[in-house]
């Protein structure tokens, strides 16, 4: 059953489906994935992110080709990649 509050909750199998958006990234002048999903999360998540993370830093730790931090950095400035530790 769908929830009756505003506060945010996890998505449940049984919730009307989620309504699909083109993400942002797809404005930015230039800009063109390298992988599609399920090879890296969606765009989307770029979308989010930014929302999430406004007035702070970001920081990736590991990317298959960097195509959501690609995106954010047209809106966000000092954000960097730093490689996926090995183990």
Not at 62 to 81: P, Q, W, Y
Request: with cysteine; charged share 25%.
């Amino acid at each position: 059953p769908a929830s009756t509050t505003s506060a945010k909750r996890a998505l449940y199998a049984y919730d009307d489906p989620i309504e699909t958006r083109t993400s942002r990234c797809m404005d930015v002048p230039g800009f063109k994935p390298v992988d599609g999903s399920p090879s890296r999360s969606p765009l989307n998540v770029a979308d989010y992110l930014l929302r999430e993370t406004e007035g702070r830093t970001l920081t990736e730790i590991g990317s298959r080709n960097g195509d959501i931090l690609a995106c954010i950095t047209h809106f966000k400035v000092n954000e960097e990649n730093l490689p996926a530790p090995v183990s």
